[in-house]
């Protein structure tokens, strides 16, 4: 069996799909998994407000096309990314365990990584 991981180009969306081709390999020792990199216009509109030109949709609708024209199986995506109501022929069809939440810094520009004292 081979299935085909439809993902954005972005660090974590590659990161994302190749974490979902991992477990598909864990669970499933014997199928072949290839993700298929696409850019989506939200990637390459960088000059406008996304809620202007399309919101949340504009870096899905390269990846549901990529489905439905049989280039991908599956698709890999950020929750944030997916709109509320989903069109017609598809479904989340599974979500992984969330990971630890606590991976951001926040700063008002006066804390860097760098100055927080060991253990911090």
Partial sequence: MHIRIAT?????????????????????????????????????????????IGGKGLFIKELEVAMQDGRADIAVH????????????????????RGNPADALLSSGRLTLDTLPNGA
């Fill in 78 to 97: 950020s929750m944030k990314d997916v709109p509320a109501v989903m069109p017609d022929g598809f479904c989340i069809a599974a979500i992984l365990p």
């Fill in 8 to 52: 954005r180009k972005s660090v974590l969306a590659l990161w994302q799909a190749e974490h979902v081709a991992a477990e598909i390999r864990r669970v499933a020792p014997g199928v072949d998994v290839e993700l298929l990199p696409l850019s989506t216009r939200g990637d390459e509109v960088l000059d406008r407000s996304l809620q202007k």
